[in-house]
């Protein structure tokens, strides 16, 4: 079975500092991988993801993530945060084509925010 | 676009009312999702269409319905409500997973936020 296993609920930075989300997965498949944002009182939206093309993907607001087969991982980085970031990120799994096999396996989130 | 919209913004219901959340999509996704977000645990999916007529369970399937009439609909229905099904409720659409060029990305609603007292 699929699972998502986000290290840190919270996790705090400075305004210009690295970011850094810690994502692992499990799948017995090759998988599909996500990462949303949600701001405060509003619904997900799509940072990346990762569909077995270049294992470097670039998303929005300057965020990418690594998906690195070995360690079954898939982290979120950004190289200077910014007061905008603060918000929870979710990383997610599916196994891709067709019926079940497209829904997404949340993990628990983290809570990113960011000092002045 | 109005992309996907939900209503109600918020609710507060009594233990065994019923209601229904309402949610839409203009983007003519054939597939559609409802989660639920509580507190610490991510998004937990209730139930999903893969089109008209066809609707199956997710993971936390007990205590609610779903029907799909229409490509644009996906309604969430409460029949009892209980005091475990105060949440936040997201409604989903996506393209077929595997759509070439539109990956399975899924696009959020804003939330109903519903508590049962």
């Known amino acids: 079975a699929q699972s998502v296993t986000q290290l840190g609920s919270h996790v705090s930075v400075s305004e210009g500092a690295l970011v850094l989300l810690r994502c692992n997965y499990s799948?017995?498949?090759?998988?599909?991988l996500f990462w949303y944002v949600q701001y405060p009182n509003q619904g997900l939206q799509l940072l990346l993801k990762?569909?077995?093309?270049?294992?470097l993907v670039k998303g929005i607001n300057g965020f990418e993530a690594e998906f690195k087969k070995s360690e079954t991982s898939f982290h979120l980085t950004k190289p200077s945060a910014h007061m905008s970031d603060a918000a929870e990120y979710f990383c997610?799994?599916?196994?891709?084509?067709?019926?079940?096999?497209?829904?997404?396996?949340f993990g628990k989130g983290t809570k990113l925010s960011v000092k002045p | 676009n109005a992309g996907v919209t939900q209503t109600p913004k918020f609710r507060i219901l009594k233990i065994g009312q019923s209601m229904t959340l309402q949610c839409a999509q203009d983007?003519?996704?054939?597939?559609m999702y409802w989660y639920r977000q509580d507190p610490g645990m991510g998004l937990k999916l209730i139930y999903y269409?893969?089109?008209?007529?066809?609707?199956d369970k997710g993971e936390v399937p007990n205590g609610y319905n779903v029907s799909r009439s229409t490509t644009e609909d996906f309604p969430l229905r409460l029949e009892l409500a209980a005091p475990s099904q105060t949440s936040v409720y997201f409604c989903?659409?996506?393209?077929?997973?595997?759509?070439?060029?539109?990956?399975?990305?899924?696009?959020f609603g804003p939330g109903t936020r519903l508590t049962v007292l």
């Open positions: 989903a659409s996506s393209y077929s997973p595997g759509t070439s060029g539109q990956g399975d990305t899924q696009y």
């Open positions: 799948s017995s498949v090759p998988p599909y």
């Open positions: 990762y569909t077995s093309a270049a294992t």
């Open positions: 997610a799994v599916s196994e891709g084509y067709g019926g079940s096999q497209g829904n997404l396996i």
């Open positions: 983007m003519n996704h054939n597939y």
């Open positions: 269409s893969v089109g008209a007529g066809i609707t």
